[in-house]
């Protein structure tokens, strides 16, 4: 069953104080592409560039922004580069989830002192613009969380980057923040992770959903929503469960090869504009059933949108104690059926919408079916 637990007021305690996603980067096999989707599809603005103009020999990263979300896309340039291991596996996925904070090598220090593996230990880089301190670690699969330290920053972005002006430059479409991020994580190894967010990250679970909320006839997943001190960093983390057939997170970990991210939901205030200008930008969607309006009111109550928008959208609607949200999922943005986005519109709620998990995973199904893993 699904509990919620209140976080309290362990901000005084906090040893890790976070600020937010500072970025999400992807290791892909053509950075200039992918790029070129991200601006034309979802809306993103060009920020910065490094690569061999900028003195960067070995790989070139985009910088793409709109409001508060920044993802980077980096390509290694050549076939020794150790980069390629990661796409070579995974294909495009994401490498690093980036964190916000004012001290990076404090944020190293406290995490590899309760049990941290290190990726990057504290370097400051230094421009023109002022200097930005980063440090990293290890988390599930081949992801990692690198700190970020830009108080003392007014670049672009960070030192090794210039400002990237190029020529095209189409309308973001009200993509906001980041609301979340989601990892898949392996058979049993749920609650391993939920137990590295607590102890050497100082999270929270706040909402735990088992197989009996988000089963469907065939696939079958169990989910922890592990939250920062200040709620502005929350990762759910998901593992198989059984069922009669393939789990969704099954499918996901056979072909990224690994754990990783499976889904990052970006925040909108108005997800009918938001979603009807993915979608005439070529953006694929899950569909839901029609028969999921019918009694839509009834399930959730009086809100302010039209239904027939939302119908004709496919976007879904829960309600918890503290009001409702809407949300809508892209199919995979990617060959292999791995790393996929979540549109939500908050208006009160803090959950995940456990209401629709059933209209959802059904229609994951029938895409799961079509590929022939189910
Ligand atoms: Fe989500």
Redesign the pocket.
Known sequence: METLTQTGTELKTDFLPLKGTDFVEFYVGNAKQAAHFYKSAFGFQSLAYAGPETGVKDRVSYVLIQNKVRIVLTTPLNSAHVLNDHIRKHGDGVHSLALWVDDAYDAYEQTIKRGAKSFMEPTTLKDSFGEVSLSGIHTYGDTVHLFVERNNYNGPFMPGYEKWTPEYNPEPVGLLYVD?C?GNVGWNRMNPWVKFYEDVMGFKNILSFDDKDISTEYSALMSKVMSNGNGYVKF?INEPAEGKKKSQVEEYLDFYEGEGVQ?I?IATHDIIDTVTKLKNRGIEFLTIPDNYYDDLLSRVGNIDEDIEPLRKLGILVDRDDEGYLLQIFTKPVEDRPTLFY?IIQRKGAKS?GKGNFKALFESIEIEQAKRGNL
Request: proline share 14%.
């Open positions: 979340h989601v759910p889904h939901a979540e995940f």
